[in-house]
C-alpha cells in the first residue's frame, strides 16, 4: 500500500473475494456434495456479515466520507495497515476456530474483528466534523453502533457456549441485517444510486430526509425489540407488527424519493450499475414480503425462511453490492492514475467494461432464479445448480475487478502522488 492510498479499493476487493468463499460453503451447505456437517452454517453465517457484507460496507463506507464530506485524509497511516490486517486474521482465526470447534479461537478471532471496526469507527464518528452535506453520515453512525453491538453478541455467545446454536445466530443476524445493514442500505442508496447515475437528490424531497431518518430508527428500534422476543419465545408482539409495518413504510418512502430523484431530466450514466440496482431492490422488496410471511406462519416454513434470507441477501443486498463494487473501483482506479494529471485522461470505458458486465448481470440473475426455484421445489440438486452458476458467474466478475487492479498496480507509479495533490484523491 503507498502511502495515502485509498483503503476503499483495497476493501471492495478483498470484499468480493470473500464473497466467493461464502459461495462455496453456500454450496456446500446444500447438500449437493452429500451430508452436511453442521459447522458449515457457521462458517456460512460468519463468511456472510463478517467477510462480504463487512468488508464492502465498510469499505464504501470511507470513500463516501471523502466523497460527501471531504474529510479525506485517513491517519495515522499506521491505523491504515492495520485496518486491513486485524479484519482479515481475525475472520480467518474464527472461520478456522469453527470448522475446528475450538471456541478459544473462534473467541481470540472475533476480538481481533473488534478491533479492527473500532478502528474504522473511529474515522467514521470524525467526520462529523464536517460543514458539508453530510447525509447520510447519521445512518452510518448508528448502524455502526448496531455493528459493534452484534458482535458483541456474537462474542457472548461464544463465550457463554452458546455458541453454534441456531437460534444464537438468528438473534445477531436480526441485528446485523435490520440494525447495521438496513440502515446503511436505505441512507446510502437515497444518495448514492442518483450520484452514481449522474444525478443528485431530488430538491423537493431533501426536506423530508429528517423524516425519513426518524421513520428508519424508530422502526429499526421497534422491530428488532420484536424479532428478538419472536426467535427467542416465538411470539409475535404488537411491537413486531408495528416495527415490521413502519420499516415497510420506511423501504416504499426510500423508493419513492429514489424514483423522483431518478426521474428528473439530467442525462443517465453509467446505466451498467442500473443493471445490478433494479433486480437488487426488485428481489429485494419481494423477499420483504417471505419475511412477513415469516411472521404470519403461513406455508411452509423452512421454504419461506430460505426465500426471505436468499431474496433479500443474495438476489437483492448482494447484487447492489455487487453494482456499487463494480462501479466504485473503476472509478478509484481511473480517479487515482489520471487525476491531477496533465495529459487528457482516457475515457473510463476501458475499465466499466459495459456490455460484458451487463451479460453478468443477467447471468447472475438467471443463476438467483435457478437457485430459488430449487428452494420453491425442495430439491437440493436444483438449488446446488443455482449456487455453483452463480458461483462461477462472480467468479467471472471478479476476474474483470481484478483485471482492473492489475493495471492500477502497474500504473500507479507513474500518477501523482497523494501528497502532491493535495487530496488523498
Ligand atoms: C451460491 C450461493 C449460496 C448458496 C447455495 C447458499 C445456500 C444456503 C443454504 C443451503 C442455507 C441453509 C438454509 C436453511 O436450511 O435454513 C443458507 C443459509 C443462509 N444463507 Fe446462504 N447461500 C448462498 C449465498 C448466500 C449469500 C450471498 C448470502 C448473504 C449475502 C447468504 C446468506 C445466508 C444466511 C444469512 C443464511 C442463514 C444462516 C443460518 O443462520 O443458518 N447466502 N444458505
Known amino acids: 500500500m503507498m502511502k495515502g492510498e485509498p483503503l476503499t479499493l483495497g476493501l471492495i476487493i478483498n470484499g468480493l473475494l470473500w464473497f466467493l468463499v461464502v459461495q462455496i460453503f453456500g454450496v456446500l451447505y446444500t447438500?449437493?456434495?452429500?451430508?452436511?456437517?453442521?459447522?458449515?452454517?457457521?462458517?456460512?453465517?460468519?463468511?456472510?456479515?463478517?467477510?462480504w457484507i463487512?468488508?464492502?460496507?465498510?469499505?464504501a463506507e470511507l470513500q463516501m466520507s471523502r466523497a460527501f464530506t471531504a474529510l479525506r485524509r485517513f491517519e495515522p497511516e499506521t491505523l491504515r495497515w492495520l485496518l486491513p490486517i486485524f479484519l482479515n486474521s481475525g475472520l480467518i482465526i474464527a472461520l478456522i476456530g469453527t470448522a475446528l470447534r475450538m471456541q478459544i479461537m473462534v473467541i481470540l478471532g472475533l476480538v481481533i474483528y473488534l478491533i479492527g471496526?473500532?478502528?474504522?469507527?473511529?474515522?467514521?464518528?470524525?467526520?462529523?466534523?464536517?460543514?458539508?452535506?453530510?447525509?447520510?453520515?447519521?445512518?452510518?453512525?448508528?448502524?455502526?453502533?448496531?455493528?459493534?453491538?452484534?458482535?458483541?453478541?456474537?462474542?457472548?455467545?461464544?463465550?457463554?457456549?452458546?455458541?453454534?446454536?441456531?437460534?444464537?445466530?438468528?438473534?445477531?443476524?436480526?441485528?446485523?441485517?435490520?440494525?447495521?445493514i438496513g440502515l446503511v442500505l436505505t441512507g446510502t442508496m437515497i444518495r448514492i444510486l442518483p450520484m452514481f447515475l449522474g444525478k443528485v437528490i431530488n430538491r423537493g424531497m431533501k426536506k423530508y430526509l429528517w423524516l425519513h431518518l426518524l421513520l428508519a430508527i424508530t422502526s429499526s428500534i421497534l422491530l428488532i425489540a420484536g424479532l428478538l422476543m419472536f426467535s427467542s419465545y416465538f411470539i409475535v408482539t404488537p411491537i413486531l407488527w408495528i416495527?415490521?409495518?413502519?420499516?415497510?413504510?420506511?423501504?416504499?418512502?426510500?423508493?419513492?424519493?429514489?424514483?423522483?430523484?431518478?426521474?428528473?431530466?439530467?442525462?443517465?450514466l453509467n446505466k451498467v450499475t442500473l443493471f445490478y440496482f433494479v433486480p437488487g431492490i426488485v428481489s429485494f422488496s419481494i423477499g420483504l414480503l417471505f419475511g412477513m410471511a415469516y411472521l404470519t406462519n403461513y406455508g411452509d416454513i423452512t421454504v419461506i425462511r430460505r426465500l426471505h434470507i436468499h431474496l433479500t441477501l443474495l438476489a437483492g443486498l448482494s447484487m447492489i453490492m455487487l453494482g456499487a463494487s463494480h462501479r466504485i473501483t473503476s472509478f478509484q482506479i481511473h480517479s487515482i492514475i489520471y487525476s491531477g494529471r496533465k495529459?487528457?485522461?482516457?475515457?473510463?470505458?476501458?475499465?466499466?467494461?459495459?456490455?460484458?458486465?451487463?451479460?453478468?448481470?443477467?447471468t447472475l440473475v438467471i443463476s438467483q432464479?435457478?437457485?430459488?426455484?430449487?428452494?420453491?421445489?425442495?430439491?437440493?440438486?436444483?438449488?446446488?445448480?443455482?449456487?455453483?452458476?452463480?458461483?462461477?458467474?462472480?467468479?467471472?466478475?471478479?476476474?474483470?475487478?481484478?483485471?482492473?487492479?492489475?493495471?492500477?498496480?502497474?500504473e500507479k507509479d507513474n500518477a501523482i502522488p497523494f501528497d502532491r495533490k493535495g487530496s488523498e484523491v
Open 54 to 59: 463487512g468488508f464492502v460496507i465498510l469499505g
Open 343 to 362: 495529459t487528457e485522461a482516457p475515457p473510463i470505458s476501458f475499465l466499466l467494461m459495459e456490455k460484458g458486465y451487463m451479460v453478468l448481470a443477467i
Open 117 to 180: 471496526v473500532l478502528i474504522h469507527t473511529y474515522w467514521v464518528v470524525q467526520q462529523r466534523r464536517s460543514p458539508l452535506f453530510k447525509f447520510p453520515l447519521g445512518y452510518h453512525l448508528l448502524a455502526q453502533f448496531f455493528y459493534i453491538v452484534g458482535l458483541l453478541v456474537l462474542l457472548l455467545n461464544s463465550l457463554i457456549g452458546f455458541y453454534g446454536i441456531i437460534q444464537e445466530r438468528t438473534n445477531v443476524a436480526i441485528v446485523f441485517t435490520i440494525g447495521w
Open 369 to 410: 432464479l435457478v437457485l430459488i426455484v430449487g428452494v420453491v421445489m425442495g430439491d437440493t440438486r436444483v438449488f446446488g445448480t443455482g449456487g455453483l452458476l452463480h458461483l462461477l458467474a462472480s467468479t467471472v466478475f471478479i476476474g474483470g475487478i481484478l483485471k482492473n487492479y492489475r493495471f492500477y498496480l502497474r
Open 31 to 51: 447438500g449437493v456434495f452429500g451430508s452436511v456437517v453442521n459447522n458449515v452454517a457457521q462458517l456460512h453465517f460468519l463468511a456472510v456479515f463478517l467477510g
Open 243 to 268: 416495527g415490521a409495518i413502519l420499516w415497510g413504510l420506511m423501504w416504499i418512502f426510500t423508493l419513492v424519493i429514489l424514483f423522483v430523484s431518478l426521474s428528473s431530466k439530467r442525462k443517465t
